[in-house]
């Protein structure tokens, strides 16, 4: 069955940085759309970025928040999707989640989604 495992996140000082992996399985992974989304307490699961389907050019969408920070990039060889976050803020405190979608476009909504993985905790502490 389709697996996706985040690792990479734990507690860092604001302005830092931290690297987050999504390793998946179960499915090819080159043909399938990923996106990072996160979730702090009491609120919503937010879109993050995206970085779409090989065979369409891995192109990348960010949120306004992350846009410049931020760095989704993908390694087909070893399906693994990667978000690189620096300059770090506490707003940035999380829970971050990896998903896949298969269809070409990439969506900012969670619903359009097929696959989760469980989360990895960030705290940027101020």
């Known amino acids: 069955q389709v697996q996706l495992v985040e690792s990479g996140g734990g507690l860092v000082q604001a302005g830092g940085s931290l690297r987050l992996s999504c390793a998946a399985s179960?499915?090819?992974?080159?043909?399938?759309?990923m996106a990072w989304f996160r979730q702090a307490p009491g609120k919503e699961r937010e879109f993050v970025a995206a970085?779409?389907?090989?065979?369409?050019?891995?192109?990348?969408y960010y949120a306004d928040s992350v846009k410049g920070r931020f760095t989704i990039s993908r390694d087909n060889a070893k399906n693994t999707v990667y978000l690189q976050m620096n300059s770090l803020e506490a707003e940035d405190t999380a829970v971050y989640y990896c998903?896949?979608?298969?269809?070409?476009?990439?969506?900012?909504?969670?619903?359009?989604?097929?696959?989760w993985g469980q989360g990895t905790q960030v705290t940027v502490s101020s």
């Open positions: 179960g499915l090819t992974f080159s043909g399938y759309t």
């Open positions: 970085i779409s389907r090989s065979d369409s050019g891995s192109n990348t």
């Open positions: 998903g896949a979608r298969w269809q070409l476009v990439i969506t900012t909504t969670k619903d359009g989604y097929n696959y």
